[in-house]
């Protein structure tokens, strides 16, 4: 079962820390999280064939998750995968003046919005495998951003939650000076390396995660 943000922060709290470092203690745990959640492209951070939709006459998709960091591919109603090209030549291709319509057949990604070539000359349906932007697990669903609530909890395998108790330890424990802080940093980060070693077995993270190669 998931640790809460309450219980890793009284996890923290009570080994070296008192009740008046608890608002310091929210924010180390926030700030290991989302530095474990930037270090790999962890496999739970991808959402696979979310729904998504277009509207005709308008390159851009309409109605997507606003949670994506990164596409890594669109397929349309059939399966087909749309190709990916970059901003600078997909709107070289498609200038925003150019009225023409088809069936989209590439895209590219800008600003966070995924635009669609040429412009889809009616409404549809696309699916979007992505990489999730960093969040949490709130009272219902999942969150962008950082944890806030006491019943928040992290995106995480719940075996690997208490990775973020040495990690904040250490930061605290090093932003007061303490030099006992190296220590349970060499602990977190022999966590993550067993983290890693589950995810992205012998073949490493390319092998193991070959969709990244999609974007």
Known sequence: MA???????D??????FSEINRPSIKRWINFRYAALWSMHPWPFKLQKN??????GGNSQVVSAADDIKRVHHLTDADGAKL?????DLFFERYPPADTA?????????????VYLGPTPQADGNLYITYERKFGHVGTSDVV??????DNDST??????DYI?????IALGLKIENDPTWEALEAEFRSMIGVMVEDYFPLGGEKSQYALMQDF
Do not use: H, K
């Not at 190709?83 to 901003?87: D, G, L, N, Q």
């Not at 088809?102 to 919005?113: L, N």
């Not at 995106?155 to 690997?160: N, T, V």
């Open 83 to 87: 190709a990916y090209i970059s901003p």
């Open 11 to 16: 996890e923290v709290l009570g080994t070296r």
């Open 50 to 55: 979310a729904n998504a939709s277009f509207v």
């Open 101 to 113: 319509t088809a069936d989209p057949t590439e895209y590219t990604v800008w600003a966070e919005t």
């Open 144 to 149: 962008n951003g950082n944890m806030e609530n």
């Open 164 to 168: 973020l108790v040495p990690g904040s």
């Open 3 to 9: 640790m809460t943000y309450r219980e890793l922060q």
């Open 155 to 160: 995106y995480i395998p719940a075996e690997y």
